[in-house]
């Protein structure tokens, strides 16, 4: 329900937060479960969705909230189960083994009840109070996420592309709450987030890649030490976002500011990947995980900028 992991948002508890009262250390483990600060994203994307559906008529505000607090039920819960499912893996690597269940601060049976409860609560206060669309696209990515995603990663390097499906989602989930239909605008907001995702993530298994591997994680980068193989796959999917950047001005749902803005973007990202693949230096793929983050943003206001509601 969420994208994969990133580098700065999903670390466990600090020295200093072991330091806390319980009361406030019992809140950073529930937020580090849940992924809080990752799933900030998903909500980001989600209200773009939603804005975007509604450029032209009026925002209801009543269901924004709703279709907020619905899809972050549905990925908070998400996260838990994720994390329930990789107890052991999250205990092998440094960035990951302070985290509420392998550092056993927290049980398996509380943690289980959390996950299912907001899970649950997720889909069905969707359902209720937004629309059967919305919170059937939930559901299939906390499906995805966990039951496919998640143990793939033991298994297949696939397991990046099949993690950016449910990343992909939110923002369609925001598009169908706010009354938009499924189509070429909905398609696009998929595809957007989905080859976002994977230059983002190749870029942080490059640079974690003796954790992955020690862990006995399944990625792209792993034995990949001079970043070739990386960078190559980082900068084909960029020349696919810059290739996809081109398609809503030649189909008639976003104009210059958005083909102009948005496929700059998607070049200067192309060419970080490009840079990487040449050199093969933790500086260059750090640059070009940071422009990642700051991609996503840009390329989202630039596209409310030049959204064209089509009757």
Not at 127 to 148: D, R
Not at 184 to 209: D, K, S
């Amino acid at each position: 329900m969420m994208p994969q992991r990133t580098m700065v948002a999903d670390s466990g508890i600090t020295e200093k937060d072991r330091a806390l009262a319980p009361g406030a250390r019992l809140r950073g483990d529930l937020a580090v479960l849940m992924k809080v600060r990752l799933n900030l994203f998903v909500l980001v994307t989600t209200f773009f969705g939603f804005l975007l559906a509604s450029r032209g008529g009026s925002l209801e505000w009543m269901r924004l909230w709703h279709t907020l607090l619905g899809t972050a039920a549905a990925a908070f819960g998400s996260a838990a189960f994720n994390q329930l499912m990789e107890i052991d893996l999250d205990a092998r690597m440094k960035r990951t083994a302070d985290r509420p269940l392998p550092s056993r601060r927290m049980g398996v049976v509380p943690a289980f009840a959390i996950g299912w409860t907001l899970s649950a609560f997720g889909i069905i206060h969707l359902a209720v109070k937004v629309t059967p669309a919305a919170a059937f696209l939930a559901a299939a990515t906390i499906a995805i996420y966990v039951f496919v995603y998640t143990p793939l990663k033991r298994i297949s390097t696939t397991n990046t592309l099949v993690g950016a499906i449910p990343g992909a989602v939110p923002p369609v989930i925001g598009w169908v709450a706010a009354g938009g239909a499924a189509g070429w605008e909905a398609g696009f907001l998929f595809g957007l987030l989905f080859l976002w995702q994977l230059p983002h993530f190749i870029a942080i298994n490059w640079l974690c890649r003796e954790e992955y591997e020690a862990a006995g994680y399944r990625m792209w980068s792993n034995g990949d030490v001079s970043g070739r193989k990386s960078g190559g796959l980082a900068m084909f999917w960029s020349a696919c976002l810059v290739a996809l950047s081109l398609v809503p001005q030649a189909i008639g749902f976003a104009g210059i500011v958005w083909s102009a803005g948005g496929t700059a973007l998607a070049l200067v990202m192309a060419v970080l990947a490009w840079r990487f693949m040449r050199d093969g230096r933790r500086e260059s793929a750090r640059r070009l995980f940071l422009f990642t983050l700051l991609y996503l943003p840009l390329a989202l206001a630039a596209l409310l900028a030049g959204w064209q509601v089509r009757s």
